[in-house]
Each structure stands twice: as structure tokens, then as C-alpha cells.
């Protein structure tokens, strides 16, 4: 069985936060952006992929069907 810490603290944002927010706000833009350039990166291979085996459509669709489920998959390991 997994546990998860679902401990819920609510910290309160002022003038006193020392820039805390913007931090925060820049490490969420980063993580995004490095997940964007991998997300982009695996399309480019599957891209890839597709000419250099010269699939047809059935074959290209079930290949990113595949991938989509790796992802989905990837998802719910990280929750």
C-alpha cells in the first residue's frame, strides 16, 4: 500500500514573502518548459520513427496510441 503525505498547509503571501511567489512562479515555468522540450523531443523521434519505417496511417496511428498510453502511464506513477 502507498502512502501519501496529503497534509494540507495554507501559508499566507505579502509584501514580507521575501519573493517567495516569484520563485515559485519561475521553478513552475522551468518545470514546464523542460517538460514541453521533452514532450516535443519524443514527438520529433516518433516523427522520425514514422518516416523511417515508412508506415502507413493504421501503423503511425497505433504507434501514437502506444505512446499515448506510456504517457498516460507515466502520469499515474507520479500520482
Same mark, same amino acid.
Given at each position: ?34 517538460? @514541453?522540450?521533452? @514532450? ?40
Amino acid at each position: 500500500m502507498q502512502r501519501r503525505n496529503i497534509e494540507t498547509r495554507t501559508t499566507k503571501i505579502g509584501p514580507d514573502d521575501a519573493g517567495l511567489n516569484d520563485l515559485l512562479t519561475a521553478a513552475r515555468m522551468d518545470e514546464r518548459r523542460a517538460r @514541453m522540450e521533452a @514532450m516535443a523531443a519524443r514527438l520529433d523521434s516518433l516523427a522520425g520513427r514514422i518516416t523511417s519505417r515508412q508506415l502507413g496511417y493504421k501503423e503511425a496511428s497505433e504507434l501514437l496510441r502506444q505512446e499515448a498510453i506510456n504517457v498516460a502511464n507515466a502520469i499515474g506513477e507520479i500520482l
